[in-house]
């Protein structure tokens, strides 16, 4: 099993930063692929960035440019550089991962999320 915790949510002033991090601990080795999704109140939870273990990354098209998924391996760590954020940036923000024995699209862990807040 892996369990994922996320940490780095807050309350930050458009235009302003963050930087989200997301530790993963137990069967780490079973890990590949890992993202961060959102999920704003009243929406569906949708993926904002994804990185493999090789480290191709895609994002949301909202996001391009503005936010950077990393990953440091040896620290079973996957990062997510928030920059010049929007209002419509405000949501919980879930880190995934994806065990590499399962070859479907979806994730298989979860950490419990952390919300971003952006005021205007």
């Known amino acids: 099993q892996v369990q994922l915790v996320e940490s780095g949510g807050g309350l930050v002033q458009a235009g302003g930063s963050l930087r989200l991090s997301c530790a993963a601990s137990?069967?780490?080795?079973?890990?590949?692929?890992m993202g961060w999704y959102r999920q704003a109140p009243g929406k569906q939870r949708d993926l904002v960035a994804g990185?493999?273990?090789?480290?191709?990354?895609n994002y949301a098209d909202s996001v391009k440019g503005r936010f950077t998924i990393s990953r440091d391996n040896a620290k079973n760590t996957v990062y997510l550089q928030m920059n010049s954020l929007k209002p419509e940036d405000t949501a919980v923000y879930y880190c995934?991962?994806?065990?590499?024995?399962?070859?479907?699209?979806?994730?298989?862990?979860w950490g419990k999320g952390t919300l971003v807040t952006v005021s205007s």
């Open positions: 137990g069967s780490i080795f079973s890990i590949n692929a």
């Open positions: 995934a991962a994806k065990n590499k024995a399962r070859l479907g699209p979806g994730m298989d862990y």
């Open positions: 990185i493999t273990s090789g480290g191709s990354s």
